[in-house]
């Protein structure tokens, strides 16, 4: 088992920065990659961004130079820096992980950012 604790959203205005982070504890020997979701009401959840153990990253189009991913291995913790925040940024993000040994994904119970004013 994975448990996943998310903290860093909060109301920011348009074009400010935000930090989320996921701390993850458990079967850490498991996880293979970590990442960030996002979603809002009445659509459907989608990747933000995602980095595995050796470093790969993968962003969504619409944060591509705004939003950095990176992850401290040691801590066992993911972080993405967000940065010129847009209305449209406004969601709910769940940090998920990846793991092995079975394959499974494990969900963060969500952080609201909300980009207004």
């Known amino acids: 088992q994975v448990q996943l604790v998310e903290s860093g959203g909060g109301l920011v205005q348009p074009g400010g920065s935000l930090r989320l982070s996921c701390a993850a504890s458990?079967?850490?020997?498991?996880?293979?990659?970590m990442g960030w979701y996002r979603q809002s009401p009445g659509k459907q959840r989608v990747l933000v961004a995602q980095i595995t153990n050796g470093g790969l990253t993968t962003y969504a189009d619409s944060v591509k130079g705004r939003f950095t991913i990176s992850r401290d291995n040691a801590k066992n913790t993911v972080y993405m820096q967000m940065n010129s925040l847009k209305p449209e940024d406004t969601a709910l993000y769940y940090c998920n992980v990846g793991v092995t040994m079975p394959v499974e994904n494990y969900w963060g119970q969500g952080t609201q950012v909300t980009v207004s004013s």
């Open positions: 458990g079967s850490i020997f498991r996880i293979i990659a």
